[in-house]
Protein backbone atom coordinates (compact mmCIF):
# COMPACT_ATOMS: atom_id res chain seq x y z
CA UNK A 1 0.00 0.00 0.00
CA UNK A 2 3.08 2.66 0.08
CA UNK A 3 3.68 2.56 -3.08
CA UNK A 4 -0.13 3.43 -3.82
CA UNK A 5 -0.86 7.14 -5.40
CA UNK A 6 -3.09 7.81 -2.92
CA UNK A 7 -0.39 6.85 -0.14
CA UNK A 8 2.00 9.05 -2.22
CA UNK A 9 -0.29 12.05 -2.17
CA UNK A 10 -1.58 11.86 1.50
CA UNK A 11 0.03 14.45 3.00
CA UNK A 12 -0.63 16.78 0.61
CA UNK A 13 -4.42 16.31 0.63
CA UNK A 14 -4.27 16.88 4.70
CA UNK A 15 -5.56 20.62 5.34
CA UNK A 16 -6.89 22.44 8.09
CA UNK A 17 -10.90 22.84 8.38
CA UNK A 18 -11.07 26.67 7.40
CA UNK A 19 -9.15 26.06 4.11
CA UNK A 20 -11.49 27.23 1.00
CA UNK A 21 -12.60 24.34 -1.96
CA UNK A 22 -11.82 27.12 -4.48
CA UNK A 23 -11.69 31.16 -5.05
CA UNK A 24 -12.02 32.64 -8.13
CA UNK A 25 -10.21 36.35 -8.37
CA UNK A 26 -10.52 39.28 -10.45
CA UNK A 27 -6.67 41.36 -10.12
CA UNK A 28 -4.87 44.14 -11.39
CA UNK A 29 -1.29 44.38 -11.49
CA UNK A 30 0.39 47.03 -9.44
CA UNK A 31 3.94 48.54 -9.80
CA UNK A 32 5.25 47.67 -6.11
CA UNK A 33 3.52 45.52 -4.54
CA UNK A 34 1.19 42.02 -5.01
CA UNK A 35 -2.47 43.00 -6.30
CA UNK A 36 -3.46 39.49 -5.84
CA UNK A 37 -2.57 40.09 -1.95
CA UNK A 38 -3.79 43.60 -1.50
CA UNK A 39 -7.39 42.24 -3.04
CA UNK A 40 -8.11 39.30 -0.87
CA UNK A 41 -5.51 39.36 2.01
CA UNK A 42 -2.83 36.77 3.26
CA UNK A 43 -4.95 35.06 5.62
CA UNK A 44 -7.64 33.90 3.12
CA UNK A 45 -5.14 33.16 0.34
CA UNK A 46 -2.78 31.33 2.53
CA UNK A 47 -5.85 28.86 3.19
CA UNK A 48 -6.67 27.96 -0.49
CA UNK A 49 -6.48 24.89 -2.43
CA UNK A 50 -7.96 26.34 -5.23
CA UNK A 51 -7.60 29.30 -7.02
CA UNK A 52 -9.16 30.83 -10.14
CA UNK A 53 -7.43 33.97 -11.51
CA UNK A 54 -8.44 36.61 -14.59
CA UNK A 55 -6.96 39.72 -15.49
CA UNK A 56 -3.26 40.95 -15.14
CA UNK A 57 -0.27 39.72 -12.79
CA UNK A 58 3.24 40.54 -12.57
CA UNK A 59 6.28 39.03 -10.05
CA UNK A 60 4.83 40.39 -7.02
CA UNK A 61 2.15 37.49 -7.64
CA UNK A 62 4.23 35.71 -8.67
CA UNK A 63 6.47 35.63 -5.17
CA UNK A 64 2.99 35.40 -3.23
CA UNK A 65 1.89 32.57 -5.25
CA UNK A 66 4.94 30.76 -5.00
CA UNK A 67 5.71 31.59 -1.17
CA UNK A 68 2.74 31.84 0.16
CA UNK A 69 0.42 30.00 -0.36
CA UNK A 70 1.24 26.91 1.16
CA UNK A 71 -2.17 24.73 0.49
CA UNK A 72 -2.32 25.41 -3.29
CA UNK A 73 -3.36 22.81 -5.15
CA UNK A 74 -5.12 23.90 -8.34
CA UNK A 75 -4.43 27.05 -10.41
CA UNK A 76 -6.06 28.03 -13.46
CA UNK A 77 -4.62 31.17 -14.99
CA UNK A 78 -6.22 30.69 -18.44
CA UNK A 79 -7.49 34.22 -18.23
CA UNK A 80 -4.06 36.02 -17.26
CA UNK A 81 -2.38 38.48 -18.51
CA UNK A 82 1.16 38.29 -17.37
CA UNK A 83 3.06 41.61 -17.78
CA UNK A 84 6.45 42.85 -16.97
CA UNK A 85 8.02 44.38 -14.22
CA UNK A 86 11.56 44.41 -12.56
CA UNK A 87 11.00 42.87 -9.68
CA UNK A 88 12.69 40.00 -8.52
CA UNK A 89 10.39 37.40 -7.05
CA UNK A 90 13.65 34.93 -7.49
CA UNK A 91 17.27 35.48 -7.77
CA UNK A 92 17.50 37.04 -11.64
CA UNK A 93 14.09 36.26 -12.74
CA UNK A 94 11.71 38.86 -13.30
CA UNK A 95 7.72 38.80 -14.98
CA UNK A 96 8.05 40.07 -18.69
CA UNK A 97 5.05 40.19 -21.04
CA UNK A 98 3.28 37.23 -22.16
CA UNK A 99 5.79 34.83 -20.21
CA UNK A 100 5.93 32.44 -17.80
CA UNK A 101 9.54 33.49 -16.86
CA UNK A 102 12.20 31.39 -14.95
CA UNK A 103 11.65 29.33 -11.65
CA UNK A 104 8.63 31.36 -11.63
CA UNK A 105 7.42 27.99 -9.70
CA UNK A 106 10.02 26.62 -9.02
CA UNK A 107 9.73 24.24 -5.76
CA UNK A 108 5.74 24.51 -4.68
CA UNK A 109 5.35 21.74 -3.31
CA UNK A 110 1.74 20.98 -3.33
CA UNK A 111 0.85 22.38 -7.29
CA UNK A 112 -1.19 19.58 -8.53
CA UNK A 113 -2.78 20.66 -11.42
CA UNK A 114 -2.07 24.60 -13.62
CA UNK A 115 -3.81 26.11 -16.38
CA UNK A 116 -1.38 28.25 -18.16
CA UNK A 117 -2.94 31.42 -19.54
CA UNK A 118 -3.72 31.40 -23.55
CA UNK A 119 -1.39 34.51 -24.21
CA UNK A 120 1.69 32.97 -23.63
CA UNK A 121 4.64 32.45 -25.87
CA UNK A 122 7.22 31.46 -23.24
CA UNK A 123 8.11 29.05 -20.77
CA UNK A 124 10.86 30.26 -18.78
CA UNK A 125 14.09 27.55 -17.14
CA UNK A 126 12.93 25.74 -13.98
CA UNK A 127 9.34 27.16 -14.15
CA UNK A 128 8.01 24.43 -12.61
CA UNK A 129 11.36 22.62 -11.05
CA UNK A 130 10.84 20.37 -8.59
CA UNK A 131 6.99 20.63 -8.39
CA UNK A 132 6.86 17.04 -7.28
CA UNK A 133 3.21 17.06 -7.10
CA UNK A 134 2.05 18.37 -10.26
CA UNK A 135 0.65 15.79 -12.26
CA UNK A 136 -1.50 17.89 -15.15
CA UNK A 137 -0.83 21.00 -16.95
CA UNK A 138 -2.62 23.07 -19.64
CA UNK A 139 -1.06 24.92 -22.31
CA UNK A 140 -2.03 26.66 -25.45
CA UNK A 141 -0.35 26.21 -28.77
CA UNK A 142 0.86 29.61 -28.90
CA UNK A 143 3.82 28.90 -26.82
CA UNK A 144 6.85 28.92 -29.11
CA UNK A 145 9.64 27.80 -26.40
CA UNK A 146 9.56 25.63 -23.63
CA UNK A 147 13.17 26.50 -22.13
CA UNK A 148 15.54 23.32 -20.47
CA UNK A 149 14.32 21.65 -17.13
CA UNK A 150 11.34 23.63 -17.55
CA UNK A 151 9.66 20.68 -15.63
CA UNK A 152 12.55 18.80 -13.95
CA UNK A 153 11.48 16.78 -11.44
CA UNK A 154 8.06 17.28 -11.40
CA UNK A 155 5.09 14.81 -11.55
CA UNK A 156 4.22 15.47 -14.90
CA UNK A 157 1.93 12.64 -16.40
CA UNK A 158 -0.86 15.07 -18.70
CA UNK A 159 -0.79 17.93 -21.01
CA UNK A 160 -3.77 18.88 -22.39
CA UNK A 161 -3.89 21.22 -25.50
CA UNK A 162 -7.45 22.12 -25.93
CA UNK A 163 -6.83 24.45 -29.21
CA UNK A 164 -6.04 21.06 -30.53
CA UNK A 165 -9.04 19.20 -28.70
CA UNK A 166 -5.61 16.84 -27.77
CA UNK A 167 -4.55 15.43 -24.75
CA UNK A 168 -0.53 13.93 -23.86
CA UNK A 169 -0.09 11.60 -21.66
CA UNK A 170 4.04 10.36 -20.67
CA UNK A 171 6.01 8.71 -18.66
CA UNK A 172 9.95 8.20 -18.30
CA UNK A 173 12.31 6.94 -16.03
CA UNK A 174 13.23 8.74 -12.73
CA UNK A 175 15.50 5.10 -12.36
CA UNK A 176 17.89 3.59 -14.17
CA UNK A 177 15.45 0.60 -14.41
CA UNK A 178 11.81 0.27 -14.17
CA UNK A 179 10.62 -3.75 -13.97
CA UNK A 180 6.81 -3.14 -13.88
CA UNK A 181 4.77 -1.38 -17.05
CA UNK A 182 3.65 1.82 -16.70
CA UNK A 183 0.70 0.81 -18.58
CA UNK A 184 -0.51 -1.66 -15.78
CA UNK A 185 -3.93 -0.76 -14.76
CA UNK A 186 -3.57 2.94 -16.61
CA UNK A 187 -7.00 4.34 -17.82
CA UNK A 188 -7.06 7.89 -19.22
CA UNK A 189 -9.15 10.35 -17.67
CA UNK A 190 -13.31 10.03 -18.20
CA UNK A 191 -12.96 13.97 -19.12
CA UNK A 192 -10.52 13.07 -21.73
CA UNK A 193 -12.82 10.63 -23.91
CA UNK A 194 -13.80 12.99 -26.67
CA UNK A 195 -9.96 14.49 -26.70
CA UNK A 196 -7.66 12.76 -29.10
CA UNK A 197 -5.47 10.68 -26.89
CA UNK A 198 -1.23 10.67 -27.43
CA UNK A 199 1.22 9.04 -25.12
CA UNK A 200 5.11 9.37 -25.37
CA UNK A 201 6.36 6.60 -23.30
CA UNK A 202 9.96 4.92 -22.92
CA UNK A 203 10.08 1.55 -22.64
CA UNK A 204 10.03 -2.38 -24.33
CA UNK A 205 6.96 -3.98 -26.13
CA UNK A 206 6.26 -7.58 -26.17
CA UNK A 207 4.61 -10.37 -24.64
CA UNK A 208 6.76 -10.54 -21.85
CA UNK A 209 5.77 -8.85 -18.43
CA UNK A 210 9.17 -9.31 -17.27
CA UNK A 211 12.43 -6.92 -18.09
CA UNK A 212 14.04 -3.95 -16.65
CA UNK A 213 13.33 -1.14 -19.16
CA UNK A 214 9.55 -0.90 -18.66
CA UNK A 215 8.47 -3.87 -19.64
CA UNK A 216 4.98 -3.24 -21.74
CA UNK A 217 2.57 -6.09 -22.74
CA UNK A 218 0.62 -5.71 -25.96
CA UNK A 219 -2.21 -5.97 -24.56
CA UNK A 220 -1.82 -3.02 -22.17
CA UNK A 221 -1.35 -1.05 -25.77
CA UNK A 222 -4.70 -2.29 -27.37
CA UNK A 223 -6.53 -1.78 -24.18
CA UNK A 224 -5.02 1.71 -22.84
CA UNK A 225 -7.94 3.95 -25.18
CA UNK A 226 -4.78 5.71 -26.46
CA UNK A 227 -5.28 6.81 -30.35
CA UNK A 228 -1.66 6.93 -30.53
CA UNK A 229 1.80 5.41 -28.56
CA UNK A 230 5.04 6.47 -29.75
CA UNK A 231 7.39 3.81 -28.10
CA UNK A 232 10.61 4.89 -27.30
CA UNK A 233 13.76 2.28 -26.11
CA UNK A 234 15.14 0.39 -29.02
CA UNK A 235 16.37 2.58 -32.00
CA UNK A 236 14.30 0.87 -34.54
CA UNK A 237 11.28 2.26 -36.74
CA UNK A 238 8.71 -0.03 -36.67
CA UNK A 239 4.45 0.20 -36.96
CA UNK A 240 3.29 -2.06 -34.28
CA UNK A 241 -0.76 -2.01 -35.27
CA UNK A 242 -2.32 0.04 -37.55
CA UNK A 243 -6.09 1.39 -38.12
CA UNK A 244 -6.54 1.12 -34.88
CA UNK A 245 -3.98 1.96 -31.71
CA UNK A 246 -1.13 3.11 -33.83
CA UNK A 247 2.56 2.59 -31.58
CA UNK A 248 5.79 3.25 -33.13
CA UNK A 249 9.42 2.59 -31.61
CA UNK A 250 11.34 5.74 -32.94
CA UNK A 251 15.06 6.12 -33.66
CA UNK A 252 15.25 8.47 -31.04
CA UNK A 253 15.48 7.32 -27.39
CA UNK A 254 12.22 9.39 -26.41
CA UNK A 255 10.10 9.11 -23.17
Not at 109 to 121: C, E, G, R
Not at 132 to 140: H, Q
Amino acid sequence: YLTSEAWNTFNIRIVPDNVQTHLAVEVEALPSSSGLLNKVGEEILSHTMSLTLKGTINGYDIMFLRNKMHNLHYLDLTEVDVIANPYEYYQGCHTEDHRISGHAFDGTKKLISVKLPKNITYIGQSAFAHCSYLKDVTLYEGISNIDENAFFESGIERIEIPELNTVVYGASFKEKYIRESKLKDFTPKEEDKDLVKIMVLHGDLGNNETGEYNPLLFKEIEESKMDYIALGHIHKPEVIKENAITSIKDQNQSG
